[in-house]
T-cell receptor, first 110, second 113 residues
């Protein structure tokens, strides 16, 4: 079974601060996704990374895939209250099935 | 609107009963995935279908079954319901094998009383 560990589990910061959340596994994935989920809604796909060492930027969000394709990080610059939510990473194996981490709950206070 | 439609949005039923959850994938997507999300277990993969055929199975209980129809919509059947089955059930779809991520519906919140 492929397991994904996310850290920290909870993060509460002030508006304007920077933060990084991590997603780690002992397994190699063919691709890795980051999703953001708000209460009562389904996860929304933010990004997919495929190549080891790949870095993708989405406005103030920077995503990195580890060289060995086992881990990833999400960095948010100058966090805003609208960034509040549950951030989930998901590793996808060769069969296309995704295994999700338990998520990082981010709260950004105004 | 993500393009993935799940009905009903909320469902309250008694223990021992049977319910059916329905999912219409995003237009053009051939793969459908079902996930269960509870507070203590996160998002757990149940089952995947591709163009009508079962592709992968996760920790789906024997009391649960699913199918994907020729029009690509899918149904998840939950029977002999127990209190512990209370959770959010999500359907997701993808164009092919899911390597570039899924589009999720807004879920069905099932409460078993």
């Amino acid at each position: 079974t492929q397991l994904l560990e996310q850290s920290p589990q909870f993060l509460s910061i002030q508006e304007g601060e920077n933060l990084t959340v991590y997603c780690n596994s002992s397994s190699v994935f063919s691709s890795l996704q980051w999703y953001r989920q708000e209460p009562g809604e389904g996860p929304v796909l933010l990004v997919t990374v495929v190549t080891g060492g790949e870095v993708k930027k989405l406005k103030r969000l920077t995503f990195q895939f580890g060289d060995a394709r086992k881990d990833s990080s999400l960095h948010i610059t100058a966090a805003q209250p609208g960034d509040t939510g549950l951030y989930l990473c998901a590793g996808t194996g060769n069969a296309g099935k995704s295994t999700f981490g338990d998520g990082t709950t981010l709260t950004v206070k105004p | 609107d993500s393009g993935v439609t799940q009905t009903p949005k909320h469902l309250i039923t008694a223990t021992g009963q049977r319910v059916t959850l329905r999912c219409s994938p995003r237009s053009g997507d051939l793969s459908v995935y079902w996930y269960q999300q509870s507070l203590d277990q996160g998002l757990q993969f149940l089952i995947q279908y591709y163009n009508g055929e079962e592709r992968a199975k996760g920790n789906i209980l024997e009391r649960f079954s699913a199918q994907q129809f020729p029009d690509l919509h899918s149904e998840l059947n939950l029977s002999s319901l127990e209190l512990g089955d209370s959770a959010l059930y999500f359907c997701a779809s993808s164009a092919g094998g899911g390597h570039y991520g899924y589009t999720f519906g807004s879920g069905t919140r099932l409460t078993v009383v």
